[in-house]
Each structure stands twice: as structure tokens, then as C-alpha cells.
């Protein structure tokens, strides 16, 4: 399964010039996406049938692509198996898949994923660092509470910023800051 390992894989998902976070799970060496309906990747994999993995630890770009559409100088074409498919322009890896969408509901579509292509662009060590995991957290949380206020998500978001003032460096501040813009 190359790169991805067992579990839910928190990867930022690119397709047609578009990048959110999305989750790639593995279980029994099965690769699927679950996605609500009604974003702008669902969209995508839905008409064109592929999806890029990038590999990244930028943890402004995860809250950046949650929340913006990024430019299009973000991206680079990368032929895979005679399509052309976009990958964020500096990932630390990226994998490219077939998707087909499994089963769809008025929620959301399952998609079944294929390997194509994977590349390690440059190796770098991301020690553990917890302000970066509750920035995930955080965002998570605010996609969500974009869609319905739910003030239970508000206090999850609160206790994760803690965490990133706590534990995170200038980059898990930056985008802490740029987080809160979004959702307060
Ligand atoms: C770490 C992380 C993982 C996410 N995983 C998923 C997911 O698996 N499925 C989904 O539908 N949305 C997921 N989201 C929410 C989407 O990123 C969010 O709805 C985004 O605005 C979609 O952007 P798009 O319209 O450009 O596709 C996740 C968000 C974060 C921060």
C-alpha cells in the first residue's frame, strides 16, 4: 500500500486545481474515502475518477485548503497513466489513485481508491508534536462548525488551541490565528 498506512490517513487531497484535507482510509489492505456531499473534491472524483494524495506537515496549509480555494500557481500537472492529474507544487510525497465512487447516499459517496503512481519528493523528519496534531483536531472540528454552530464543537476547538499555544511552534500559531479568523 506504499506510502499510506493502516488507519485514516490525514493527507491533503487535491483534484482539478482543487486542495482540502481529506482522510484516505486503509483497512485490510483496502483504500476507500468517505466524502460528504456537496465539496468541491466529491465533485471532482465523482466526473473525473482520480484523486492525488500529498503528503504534507505545513499545518497552515491544512487550515489554508480547509477554508480557501488555493491559486492555481499551487499546483503542478503531473501526467500518470496518460491523465493529466494535479499535485500541490512542494508536498513531502504524493500518491496518485484511481477512484471510483462505491456507494452514494444523500450524504455522501464511498470511494474505492487504486494506486497509480507514488513519489517521495524530498525526506524530512517531523518529530511529534502535539500542538501540530491538535491544529488536525481543531480544524476538523471548525469545518464542522462552520456547517451547524454546534457550541459542544466551539469547546473541542478551545481545548486544541490550548494545545497549539502550549505545545505548538510559530507555524501552529500562524495558524491558529488564521483558524480563528475563519470561525469567530
Ligand atoms: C484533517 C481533516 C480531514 C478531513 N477529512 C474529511 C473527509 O474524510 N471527508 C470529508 O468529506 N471532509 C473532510 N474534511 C473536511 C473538508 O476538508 C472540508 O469540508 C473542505 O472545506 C472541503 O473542501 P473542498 O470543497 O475544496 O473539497 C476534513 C478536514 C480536515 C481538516
Not at 69 to 90: A, C, H, K, T
Not at 116 to 126: D, P, Q, T
Not at 163 to 178: D, F, S, T
Amino acid at each position: 500500500m506504499g506510502l499510506l498506512r493502516e488507519g485514516i490517513n490525514e493527507i491533503i487531497a487535491t483534484t482539478a486545481y482543487n486542495a482540502a484535507p481529506m482522510g484516505i482510509h486503509l483497512r485490510n489492505n483496502h483504500l476507500t474515502m468517505v466524502l460528504f456531499s456537496g465539496s468541491h473534491t466529491a465533485e471532482n472524483i465523482e466526473r473525473d475518477g482520480w484523486v492525488v494524495a500529498n503528503f504534507v506537515h505545513d499545518p497552515v496549509l491544512f487550515v489554508r485548503t480547509a477554508f480557501e480555494d488555493l491559486p492555481r500557481e499551487s499546483f503542478v500537472d503531473e501526467p500518470v497513466n496518460g491523465r493529466i492529474m494535479q499535485r500541490l507544487s512542494n508536498p513531502d510525497a504524493w500518491a496518485a489513485f484511481n477512484a471510483i465512487v462505491e456507494h452514494k447516499t444523500s450524504e455522501a459517496i464511498m470511494v474505492r481508491l487504486t494506486l497509480e503512481k507514488e513519489i517521495i519528493e524530498g525526506a524530512s523528519v517531523h518529530p511529534v508534536n502535539r500542538g501540530f496534531n491538535s491544529i488536525i483536531d481543531a480544524t476538523v472540528h471548525a469545518t464542522r462548525y462552520k456547517e451547524n454552530q454546534d457550541p459542544k464543537l466551539q469547546q473541542l476547538i478551545q481545548y486544541h488551541a490550548g494545545i497549539v499555544r502550549k505545545c505548538g511552534g510559530k507555524r501552529e500559531i500562524e495558524a491558529l490565528h488564521i483558524l480563528q479568523k475563519y470561525i469567530f
